[in-house]
């Protein structure tokens, strides 16, 4: 079955403090991977996407690795902001004849001042 | 640029009323379009993809249905709401070819009372 966990569920932290989100997925054939960042009551935005010959890339504070070998990734924030608050879902892309997203149930992150 | 239209952004409807929400899609032609659940404090749930117009695939058996009339429009039905159909619902296409990264509209958050 096609699934993609993430852990933890939820995470505070404090301001300026690095923190690592985890998703290990069992979804094949594979195609890439991607960070989204919901806010509350809106749609997932993309942070970074992952293909199977990635293992790191930054956009910013935000770096994601990938391991395609055991089948894991992660988000790692660093010098969080208030603003880092917020759902982080981990997509994985089928590689089929329709290419199927599949989700993750997301970390919730809440950055206290 | 690629936009994606939804609304209404927020719905209140009664147990056993109809639902109808509206998707439309600008910038592209012949997308692969989806919709999305989002229940409360869990991850995104694929209800529906159609690969063009008139085609429609299911995911999970439910309530609900999709037709896809247009090129660019993507509408989500209901003949007798549940209380259960309560959520945040998505529409999503890639931004480019199959497989791409998933933009996604702002969202429904419907409430069924």
């Known amino acids: 079955k096609n699934q993609v966990e993430q852990s933890p569920q939820s995470l505070i932290i404090l301001e300026g403090k690095n923190c690592t989100l985890q998703?290990?997925?069992?979804?094949?054939?594979?195609?890439?991977l991607r960070w989204y960042k919901q806010d509350t009551g809106r749609g997932p935005v993309s942070l970074t996407i992952?293909?199977?010959?990635?293992n790191t890339k930054s956009n910013g504070r935000y770096t994601a690795t990938l391991d395609a070998d055991t089948k894991q990734s992660s988000l790692h924030i660093t010098a969080s902001q208030l603003s880092d608050s917020a759902s982080y879902i981990c997509?994985?892309?089928?590689?089929?004849?329709?290419?199927?997203?599949?989700f993750g149930t997301g970390t919730r992150l809440k950055v206290l001042a | 640029s690629q936009t994606i239209h939804q609304w209404p952004a927020t719905l209140v409807q009664p147990v056993g009323s109809p639902l109808s929400l509206e998707c439309t899609v600008e910038?592209?032609?012949?997308?692969?379009l989806y919709w999305y659940r989002q229940a409360a404090g869990r991850g995104l749930q694929l209800l529906f993809y159609?690969?063009?117009?008139?085609?429609i695939s299911s995911e999970v058996p439910q309530n609900l249905s999709a037709s896809r009339p247009q090129d660019r429009q993507f509408i989500l039905s209901s003949k007798k709401l549940l209380l259960s159909d309560s959520g945040f619902y998505l529409c999503?296409?890639?931004?480019?070819?199959?497989?791409?990264?998933?933009?996604f509209g702002q969202g429904t958050r419907l409430t069924v009372v």
């Open positions: 997509v994985v892309s089928l590689l089929s004849g329709t290419y199927k997203y599949i």
């Open positions: 998703c290990n997925y069992t979804v094949s054939p594979f195609s890439n």
């Open positions: 992952m293909t199977f010959s990635e």
């Open positions: 910038g592209t032609s012949n997308p692969n």
């Open positions: 159609s690969v063009g117009i008139g085609q």
């Open positions: 999503a296409c890639p931004r480019g070819p199959p497989g791409t990264e998933a933009f």
